[in-house]
């Protein structure tokens, strides 16, 4: 869990600087405007930004961020800042796994990035390839921080992707052990479509020239892009016939392996205890919830 965009009732009794905007160990709060009177509505802010960041004291994002690590972030908000994560609307999130693998290996493996399902990336930079899509964005990218992570991102614009808003509409929605979970199984899905080309010249040199011209064929981008779903897993299904057979380094295989491994490290809860704990939100303690007077939950529902 990363990025997100928050509307959030702030008390009286939490001291925020008066400035207009303002931004504290990574997050952007910035207060809310009537859209009518243009002025400035007294408790109401508009928070962007890492909470993985945040977490972190505002200094970087590219370790590992476990589940409960953020669970402790939203426990560190409520004390801090008087947010409850249940009565806080969600607008935007984001989601993913920071892989750590050589340097140059995570190069090699943007460089050999070609499609995610018929498409080709939006934007293509020799350390990120970016999928933009009406509903969602997906990243792979090397970390600004640490050269030798490869980020594996999905930033969620409309809700309705992967049918999410079925789970998700409050923050302390992202808290259900079913909700992390069906994010794993997203990545993976994501990694799964993608077409990666990874052939070397000296193992072409290996291959017939039928074999060549295959090879030749599913290095170019356009081939893929025009193809129907039939003949595409036909493609597909032959392409992986001739990794197997001259490349043992299969990129896609290796990376599955990789995200699953991580995802068991970042999850690593009991799913009934955590389903547990997130409908009954015991830890934010009753007491300070009373002195809150937070807003009431529907109005993130509507």
Known sequence: MDGVKI?????????????????YRGLKITQRTNYETKK???????????????FNAG???????????????LID????????????????????????????EVIHLLKSLFLYKNHEPTEKKRSAKIFVFDRYILKFYQKKERKDVLRIEIKVIKKCFAGLNKWVQTLSDLLDARVYCLMRNIILDVVDKCIFVDVSPKQIKQLSRKEQTKIHQYSKPTFWKDLNKKDRYYHKKEFRKLLK??????IKKSLLERVEN???????????????NYNKMEFLGREKLEKIN???LDRGRK
Do not use: C, W
């Not at 509307?7 to 303002?22: F, Q």
């Not at 057979?245 to 299969?250: A, G, I, L």
């Not at 991580?262 to 547990?276: G, I, M, R, T």
């Open 262 to 276: 991580e995802a068991e490290k970042v999850l690593n809860f009991d799913v009934v205890l955590a389903s547990e």
């Open 77 to 104: 908000l409520y004390t801090n800042l008087g947010i409850d994560p249940r009565a806080t609307r969600l607008y935007r999130f984001e989601f993913g796994f920071n892989i750590v693998m050589g340097q140059k």
């Open 59 to 73: 200094k970087e994002n590219s370790n590992r961020y476990t589940y409960n690590d953020f669970r402790n972030t």
């Open 7 to 23: 509307d959030v009732s702030i008390p009286k009794s939490i001291v925020l600087p008066a400035e207009y905007r303002a931004e």
């Open 294 to 296: 937070v807003k009431n």
């Open 40 to 54: 400035l509505i007294e408790g109401r802010y508009v928070i962007n930004g890492s909470l993985h960041k945040y």
């Open 245 to 250: 057979k001259y490349n043992d380094n299969d």
